[in-house]
């Protein structure tokens, strides 16, 4: 979870405002606004190295929702990396 | 570890790092907001957060041309369009309007039957935070979405986690939050008189001929102007269509409402009345999906989804209650300014 709120964090305005969101909390109903989220969006894509398919831009709507997405990435990449190892 | 992007990410760290040379070159590539239809009221410092540009980039766009009035306190002030087109044309990729605008069209390069089924949405409309002293901030009304239109269906079992959907027809002046069913369904229209309009006007955004770019609410409102400018958006391509259409002696009409996906946005589109039902012509989409404009990262190669924009209605447009493709928000009498629909949200929705 802490790599998707660094994230999600670098992607707003105020960085402060995200000590006010919980994981499952709607970002947009907590106050981060559509050139915000749109970051997050790119953020998600530079993270990933791919663009993200309709689903997952339409899923990115709580800290928790971006970790699934970044975090199950991840470790799939870890174990590929291992594997090449 | 850093690895090499897939083709169609965006390598920046941060949105929006054009440059001066790109933000001033993008000057003479859209049309201008004429003089009367200006509202030379943006300062640097709210364009560089509402479009993630660099400040001073922004401050120099009035020594290269941009048209401005200069404030003694808060520098040259900018129409906001006008910034808001520089941003899409100055070919970063990276702006926040060309961003939201590549994201939201990412659906139309999903499977065709993913544009139809039927989809709940929670849409939340969050009233924006106007700066100032209290006493100065005018009031503030959002239009409703329109519940009883074809494909839109209220879903019962989200009232009770609060989702209440808003009352009546007019506007209110309040936020809202509510979850919607949307169902698309593929079609085409029969008239071949609707078709030779049809090519005709998204003939003319794919020439250049019309340059697609961000229009003033004003401008939106007087559609044949705008057009005959040289300067179209959803808005006025919507009501331009209708206009035409209605005077084939058919029955027409322009509609706005939001476009849902990870965020939601302003669009608006044609509807025409065939075979005992209201069919959508969306026009901009069509064009963007059909070559678009590739200078400005809109192109989305989708010919499929284009020939679906004639007649076929999409799970993610959420029509509302605004005749003609009137404005959405308004500050006091007046259309809200752009970034006012900063408080769109949309998601798919799911029962507890």
Not at chain 1, 2 to 26: E, F, K, M, N
Not at chain 2, 179 to 208: I, K
């Amino acid at each position: 979870m802490t790599s998707a709120r660094h994230l999600i964090q670098s992607g707003l305005d105020l960085p402060v405002l995200l000590d006010r969101i919980g994981d499952d909390d709607d970002l947009i109903a907590s106050g981060v606004n559509s050139g915000e989220m749109v970051r997050i969006a790119l953020n998600c894509e530079q993270r990933l190295g791919r663009v993200l398919t309709d689903d997952e831009l339409a899923g990115l709507n709580t800290v928790r929702a971006v970790a699934a997405l970044i975090e199950e990435t991840a470790t799939g990449h870890e174990l590929a990396e291992k594997a090449v190892d | 570890m850093n690895r090499p992007a897939a083709p169609g990410v965006i390598q920046a760290g941060r949105a929006g790092r054009a440059g001066l040379a790109g933000l001033a070159g993008a000057i003479g590539r859209f049309v201008l907001t004429p003089a009367e239809h200006a509202r030379y009221d943006t300062d640097a410092a709210s364009a560089a957060r509402w479009l993630q540009l660099a400040e001073p980039e922004i401050t120099a766009l009035a020594d290269a041309g941009l048209p401005h009035l200069t404030d003694s306190r808060h520098g040259p002030l900018f129409d906001y369009t006008d910034l808001v087109n520089t941003a899409m044309f100055c070919g970063s990729g990276q702006s926040v309007p060309e961003l939201a605008l590549r994201f939201l069209l990412r659906f139309a390069v999903s499977p065709a039957e993913t544009w139809y089924e039927p989809r709940k949405w929670l849409v939340g409309m969050r009233l924006p935070e106007v700066p100032g002293p209290e006493r100065d901030r005018p009031l503030i009304r959002v239009r409703v979405p329109d519940l009883s239109a074809d494909g839109v269906a209220e879903v019962p079992e989200a009232e009770q986690d609060g989702f209440i959907p808003p009352a009546g027809t007019e506007p209110i002046a309040r936020g809202y939050q509510l979850v919607v069913q949307l169902s698309g369904a593929p079609g085409t229209l029969a008239d071949r008189r609707v078709r030779a309009v049809w090519t005709e006007v998204v003939g003319a955004l794919a020439s250049g001929e019309v340059i697609y770019q961000t229009v003033p609410e004003s401008l939106r409102m007087a559609h044949q102007q705008a057009w005959q400018l040289g300067m179209a958006d959803c808005i006025v391509v919507s009501r331009l269509l209708a206009e035409r259409i209605r005077k084939l002696g058919l029955p027409a009409r322009a509609r706005r409402g939001y476009l849902l996906g990870l965020v939601g946005s302003d669009h608006a589109w044609c509807e025409v009345h065939e075979g005992g039902r209201w069919q959508p012509l969306d026009a901009v989409f069509a064009f963007a999906a059909a070559g678009g404009a590739p200078d400005r990262n809109l192109r989305v190669d989708a010919p499929a989804f284009a020939e679906a924009c004639y007649g076929g209605r999409f799970n993610r447009l959420l029509p509302c209650t605004a005749d003609d493709a009137a404005p959405l928000v308004y500050f006091g009498e007046r259309p809200a300014p752009g970034w006012a629909l900063a408080g769109i949200s949309a998601r798919p929705w799911q029962s507890a």
